[in-house]
């Protein structure tokens, strides 16, 4: 595998890039609204950005990293920080789990399609990971939606989440996407 970190990459509508101090507040703005916090497993938040700024920050720190791979997606046609994608390391396998989360002014018109699929034909060609191994809780069929049009394929099995903002666990519908040649997916 190679470290190349979150090189910018682009699409017709989109501009993915490391996040940058600027982007901060806006991502955590995002993250603080229920219907996109609810799934997203993230450590405790502050509602106060004065308390929440100390943990923003490391995380940036962190983000310039060669073996961090966050981007912010950013829209060309205003530059309007719409949200975040990312892969990271499994605690318990050798693949990667990838992440995201969209303003949900912006959900439903293909952006988060669009991003997905950029970064996982980076991560695959460039960085040569081998599969991509994830969840998605079953009461959020948006997410597992995007997985499959994405060609992630249902591994038959389920497990208990508990995300962070969440009082019980959740189920949620495991995932695989393993490398392959000439693999097609809906854009």
């Not at 940036?60 to 961090?68: H, I, K, V």
């Not at 309007?80 to 050798?94: C, K, P, R, T």
């Not at 992440?99 to 959900?107: C, E, K, S």
């Not at 597992?144 to 189920?171: I, N």
Request: glycine content about 4%.
């Amino acid at each position: 595998m190679n470290n190349l970190g979150s090189k910018t990459l682009e699409t017709e509508r989109l501009i993915l890039r490391k996040t940058e101090e600027k982007d901060l507040k806006p991502l955590w703005e995002i993250l603080l609204k229920e219907d996109v916090s609810k799934y997203y497993l993230t450590s405790k938040m502050n509602q106060n950005w004065e308390e929440e700024k100390k943990w923003q920050y490391k995380k940036l720190e962190r983000a310039s990293a060669p073996d961090t791979y966050i981007w912010t997606i950013e829209r060309k046609e205003d530059h309007a920080i719409m949200g975040q994608i990312s892969f990271h390391d499994n605690e318990n396998s050798s693949s990667k789990d990838i992440g995201w989360f969209l303003d949900p002014q912006y959900q439903h018109q293909g952006y988060m399609t669009e991003a997905a699929n950029k970064v996982l034909d980076y991560m695959f060609m460039e960085v040569g990971i081998e599969d991509v191994d994830t969840c998605a809780a079953i009461e959020n069929p948006p997410s597992w939606k995007l997985m499959e049009r994405l060609g992630f394929q249902p591994k038959g099995t389920s497990r208990m989440v508990k995300y962070t903002l969440m009082d019980q666990e959740v189920e949620c519908k495991e995932y695989i996407y393993q490398k392959r040649e000439g693999i097609k997916r809906e854009i």
